[in-house]
């Protein structure tokens, strides 16, 4: 069982008829659910991740002042709920910190997005990675009385304007045309075995980055990023094969092959979105043509390379 059911199960079957019968007065004003850092929010848990910080729990949500005023009695229930649940119990550790119980909203999203409240000014998306972004707003919410912090969520999960998504873009279609079509050959010719492995690297990520934004999903966390891709659906198998095909390889014609290859793949999406209106395979130059399609001039005029 994915660890978000078997919070859910948890919360519903153990620790919400307690609430209930204990501190009915925070019934018209909290959130729950299961939103944050760990592989099982993005339901991508499996029997190795059940090591660490795997198992029932939720997180309470509320306003910070009414955090303030209910924290006591809160943290007092919370104590007292049995923390084992069909065979499993929460094993949390350190270096993962919190990740569940009670979080006034704000804090919440202040974590994540060094933001208190929403709507905020676009440029200031560019302010937050998007792995942040991604962990925002992953997981599932069981209710949100409140409606706040799912108010926030689903401004959140709009994604991006669309001068912030093009930006982004081009900086990282930069990064493919800079490290795998021009450094990954020139690293090749001199059998540099460190540039290869940066260059490839860099092409990835900047892929990645390219295929998360054209299918508006936000990037998560980098050990994450392709199982995540997978699990969204949204890009043909073949594609997933060639990347995976990219990643292990190191014969010489193959990635030179692929690098291209995985090019020209983003470039028709961004001719078929009408995104750039010329032919050119070599990505670079296609960064030029989307910052040039940015109309707030502020973002517009921030460097090529940067946005990510």
Not at 83 to 112: C, D, H, P, Q
Not at 115 to 143: C, H, Q, W
Not at 190 to 197: L, S, Y
Request: contains cysteine; charged residues 30%.
């Amino acid at each position: 069982m994915k660890a978000i059911e078997l919070s859910k199960n948890y919360f519903y079957d153990v620790a919400y008829p307690i609430f209930k019968k204990e501190y009915p007065q925070i019934e018209d004003i909290w959130a729950t659910g299961l939103v944050g850092e760990g592989s099982e929010n993005f339901r991508l848990d499996d029997e190795i991740s059940k090591d660490h910080d795997y198992g029932p729990g939720f997180c309470i949500w509320l306003k910070e002042e009414d955090k303030i005023k209910h924290q006591r009695k809160i943290e007092e229930i919370l104590k007292k709920i049995p923390k084992k649940y069909m065979g499993y119990e929460r094993i949390e550790t350190a270096t993962a910190g919190k990740r569940t119980g009670l979080f006034s909203i704000e804090e919440f999203y202040y974590k994540y997005t060094s933001f208190r409240k929403f709507p905020i000014e676009d440029i200031d998306f560019l302010k937050i990675p998007e792995s942040y972004l991604a962990t925002a707003t992953n997981g599932e919410v069981f209710f949100d009385n409140c409606k706040i912090f799912t108010r926030y969520r689903l401004y959140l999960k709009e994604f991006y304007p669309d001068d912030v998504l093009k930006k982004k873009l081009a900086a990282y279609l930069f990064q493919m045309g800079q490290a795998g079509q021009y450094n990954l050959k020139r690293s090749l010719d001199r059998k540099d075995i460190g540039g290869v492995f940066l260059s490839k690297s860099e092409f990835i990520e900047g892929l990645f980055g390219s295929l998360f934004l054209l299918a508006k999903v936000y990037m998560p966390y980098y050990k994450l990023r392709l199982r995540r891709l997978k699990q969204i659906n949204y890009y043909p198998k073949e594609l997933m094969n060639d990347i995976e095909k990219f990643i292990l390889s190191n014969d010489y014609k193959e990635l030179i092959d692929l690098s291209e290859k995985l090019s020209i793949y983003i470039k028709e999406i961004l001719k078929f979105r009408n995104m750039t209106r010329i032919d050119e395979s070599f990505l670079l130059i296609q960064a030029q043509q989307v910052q040039k399609s940015i109309r707030n001039p502020q973002i517009r005029n921030i460097s090529l390379m940067k946005g990510n």
